[in-house]
């Protein structure tokens, strides 16, 4: 099966500019992550979807961060307007049901570089 | 506070030879834990998990686990270690996160492993 893609897998971009990101999970996987990973860290969760709703968004930014998921499959991750601070590999991720138990399949990411 | 260490920023052993990579963990109640690995320009794959029976766990690519209650740890394990086993390896635990009301995955810092031929 294919696996979770996103777009682009590098950006750079000035201070200031919006910047968004897509994702495309696994096929019939109904929960959705989006992490950031700065470097020398692990990722940490920004928003998780299950289906078309938001359910956990604690830790989303939300002066300037903002995601959807329209139709419970791809989603968009956008941030308006970047700071030098947001550098760093955005991660979509997604896991068939809902359990936190399931394995998390994760895509490639997406290196944000804001000058 | 719960958390998860991975006390080792990098682990080098020679190809053959067997490998531990340490994680150590702090929750609330029961953990469900799990080893990722990330290549280099590659997202995290994953490699095995802890929920709940037997404490020896296996996984992908030869790896295994062993869950240690008393000790809070979950040391990821390969009897005879390969060149291209050389990667970052991320420990993860399950937490109630207290902000959302709902679990999360909070991962370590990362182990890079370098197995030299």
């Known amino acids: ?115 | 506070a719960q958390s998860v260490a991975q006390p080792e920023d990098q682990v080098k052993v020679a190809e053959g030879n067997p490998l531990t990579v340490k994680c150590t963990y702090s929750v609330s109640g029961n953990p469900y834990l799990f080893w990722y690995v990330q290549y280099p320009n590659r997202g995290l794959q994953f490699l095995l998990k802890y929920i709940t029976g037997d404490n020896l766990v296996k996984g992908s690519y030869g790896f295994e686990a062993e869950f240690n209650k008393s000790q809070t740890s979950f040391h990821l394990k390969k009897p005879s270690a390969l060149v291209s086993d050389s990667a970052l390896y991320f420990c993860a635990v399950r937490v109630l996160y207290s902000g959302a009301g709902s679990y999360q995955l909070t991962f370590g810092k990362g182990t890079k492993l370098s197995v030299i031929p």
């Open chain 1, 1 to 115: 099966e294919a696996g979770v893609v996103q777009s682009p897998r590098y950006k750079i971009i000035e201070k200031k500019q919006p910047v968004a990101f897509w994702c495309n999970p696994i096929s019939g996987h109904n929960t959705l992550y989006w992490y950031l990973q700065n470097l020398g860290q692990g990722p940490e969760l920004l928003i998780r979807y299950e289906n078309e709703e938001a359910v956990d968004d604690s830790q989303l930014p939300k002066d300037r961060f903002s995601a959807e998921r329209l139709k419970g499959v791809d989603s968009t991750l956008k941030i308006q307007p970047a700071e030098l601070g947001d550098s760093a590999v955005y991660l979509c991720a997604s896991s068939r049901g809902t359990h936190s138990y399931n394995e998390q399949f994760f895509g490639p990411g997406t290196r944000l570089t804001v000058l």
